[in-house]
């Protein structure tokens, strides 16, 4: 196989936007004040690069969030502190954040319409491609004649203006477009000097890939090199065949020179998880902090003070620490900020008077029990279990309510939940005797199969298979076991059927296997199966005549040409009368099942 016809299937802007992103890592947002992240994001707003904006000010976004939530927590302390209740607090951003939030608008805005117009113009290069595919094919199917080459060329020469499309077609179109290129190349002989002389100028023109593809180690910047390097690899593909001698020997320079480029990637990569790897350590060593302040508590309002800078202090150095790897992000910042949250729930709880709090968590409980009584009067009762299941979970998230009420209202909440079960229980055993109804006469109807075997005909075949889809569903445990056996008796059945010819045993088979496929919960996948492989046999055969049809084209310059194309001859029509057959047995999947 000709190396290079294995390039690696790379989508250039979906590489390049990967390792743009994971470069940006690079930049520590949480590094910056306030100011300088306003102003970054005032400079964003002129950036003509749409993705690196979006993707920059998103960061950006983070950040200033933090130092929103941050004076928003501070001034409620000090609400608090002088008198005010929590629930009376207000709190208005500073005019700058505002501002911030019309630019991250128009940038938002701006990304969402360059994603779509990207989007389309891919489906127009896809549809353009295809046209010319077809165009391509006519052209190698075609008579030779003396404006095939031109016509040839013509193809090329717009292929290669075409722009990319979509990743999930992009190797298929590539595929196709160099299997009828190779075919045209193989098929016209007489245009082998020109085709020599073209593929000279294909090994001059991937010579000069291969110079700008080393050219790319002096690159400084390394996602401004792997989008170049992408390029280089997608011009690569629509350049045609080298000169066979060479084609080994070009590939492997070109080859070369982009691992140089891949292994610079992999260097940096290994760098940054090596300083991933030591802030994730600095970040852990915070966790241990500041998780002891989510179990504090104190009667004293000057302890929850101090200790509610010494929690600030431990969010500045949070800040400063740096980023890690994405696959741990999620986790300890969950960590961290649950600890941090939690501090300051209990702050706030402890300005707050329990029996408020309690009083209000029986209010919430007396509206769970009566939901949950009312549940006895609903009539569909699936809906109902899962009602009582969503309120028993609900429950246990409810806080404490006064002691005196407490196990009362827990007990005729739990009566409320058990009556809903009960209920649930005996409908399940009414129908587990329908179930059992049902095996009764799913093994009376497998007697009766297995006895008229001696007088089997297709007709009563069909009316055994439909009376026994008809029957509900059996025992659990007996599912398996009952199939079986009717698919036994089903098919010894069919075997008894009297038929001319065995054409006519494999369409009452055919037609016993859709039959009883239809009773299984997966026919729809079973059918399919079946249909596919049928299809698939017959594409194979109509691929084969095909093949056949184009040999006959050789054999006008061969002594035994006559016999040659009746032998053929006939090949084509036992294959036609095989595709026949088959098809006879997709319509019978059509007519039984669809």
Request: charged share 35%.
């Amino acid at each position: 196989m000709s190396t290079e016809n294995i390039l690696p299937s790379i989508e250039n802007e979906q590489l390049s936007e990967n390792y743009q992103e994971e470069l940006e890592q690079e930049v520590d947002y949480s590094t910056l004040s306030k100011d300088e992240l306003l102003a970054l994001a005032n400079k964003l707003a002129d950036e003509t690069d749409i993705q690196l904006a979006f993707n920059t000010i998103k960061k950006v976004k983070a950040s200033l969030d933090e130092y929103s939530d941050q004076e928003k927590s501070v001034a409620l302390d000090k609400f608090i502190a002088e008198g005010g209740e929590e629930a009376d607090f207000e709190f208005k951003a500073a005019p700058e954040f505002l501002g911030f939030d019309t630019t991250f608008r128009q940038i938002k805005d701006k990304f969402t319409q360059y994603f779509q117009q990207q989007s389309q113009q891919k489906e127009k290069n896809l549809k353009s491609r295809l046209e010319l595919l077809d165009k391509l094919r006519q052209l190698v199917d075609s008579e030779e004649n003396n404006t095939s080459i031109n016509r040839f060329k013509s193809i090329q020469d717009e292929w290669k203006t075409i722009g990319p499309v979509a990743p999930a077609q992009a190797n298929e179109l590539w595929a196709n477009y160099h299997a009828l290129v190779n075919r045209f190349y193989n098929n016209r002989s007489i245009y082998f000097e020109l085709k020599e002389l073209d593929r000279k100028k294909n090994l001059e023109s991937k010579l000069d890939l291969v110079a700008k593809a080393e050219k790319l180690l002096e690159e400084k910047q390394l996602p401004k090199a792997l989008k170049e390097l992408n390029e280089l690899h997608t011009e690569w593909k629509t350049i045609g065949p080298v000169p066979n001698e060479q084609q080994e020997d070009v590939w492997a320079k070109f080859k070369a020179a982009s691992d140089a480029v891949y292994d610079k990637k992999k260097q940096y990569l290994e760098d940054q998880d090596a300083r991933f790897a030591e802030v994730l350590e600095v970040k852990l060593g915070l966790i241990a902090e500041i998780e002891t302040f989510a179990s504090f508590n104190s009667d004293n309002l000057k302890d929850w003070n101090k200790k509610t800078e010494e929690l600030l202090s431990l969010k500045e150095q949070w800040a400063k620490a740096g980023q890690v790897s994405k696959e741990k992000a999620n986790e300890i910042n969950r960590q961290f900020w649950a600890a941090f949250k939690a501090f300051f729930l209990n702050k706030s709880a402890y300005y707050k008077q329990l029996d408020i709090i309690r009083q209000e968590n029986l209010k919430i409980k007396v509206a769970k029990l009566e939901q949950a009584e009312a549940l006895l009067e609903s009539a569909d009762l699936e809906k109902a279990i899962n009602t009582v299941k969503r309120l028993q979970a609900e429950w246990k998230k409810i806080g404490p309510v006064p002691q005196k009420a407490n196990q009362a209202i827990y007990e005729k909440f739990k009566k409320a939940c058990d009556a809903v079960f009960d209920k649930k229980r005996s409908l399940a055993s009414a129908e587990e005797e329908e179930f059992k109804t049902n095996l009764t006469a799913k093994l009376e109807l497998i007697e009766a199969i297995n006895a008229g075997k001696e007088a089997a005909t297709e007709p009563l075949l069909r009316d055994f298979i439909a009376e026994y889809n008809k029957i509900g569903f059996v025992p659990k445990d007996d599912i398996q076991g009952i199939a079986k056996k009717f698919n036994d008796a089903i098919n010894a059945y069919t075997d008894a059927i009297p038929v001319e010819n065995e054409d006519e045993k494999v369409k009452i088979k055919l037609f016993t296997q859709i039959g009883v496929a239809k009773n299984s919960p997966d026919a729809r996948n079973i059918i399919s199966k079946k249909e596919f492989g049928i299809k698939k046999k017959v594409k194979e055969l109509e691929d084969e005549i095909s093949i056949l049809n184009n040999n006959l084209e050789f054999f006008a310059k061969s002594k035994n040409a006559d016999g040659l194309r009746k032998d053929v001859g006939k090949k084509i029509a036992n294959i036609e009368a095989e595709i026949q057959k088959l098809n006879q047995q997709l319509k019978i999947i059509y007519t039984a099942f669809k």
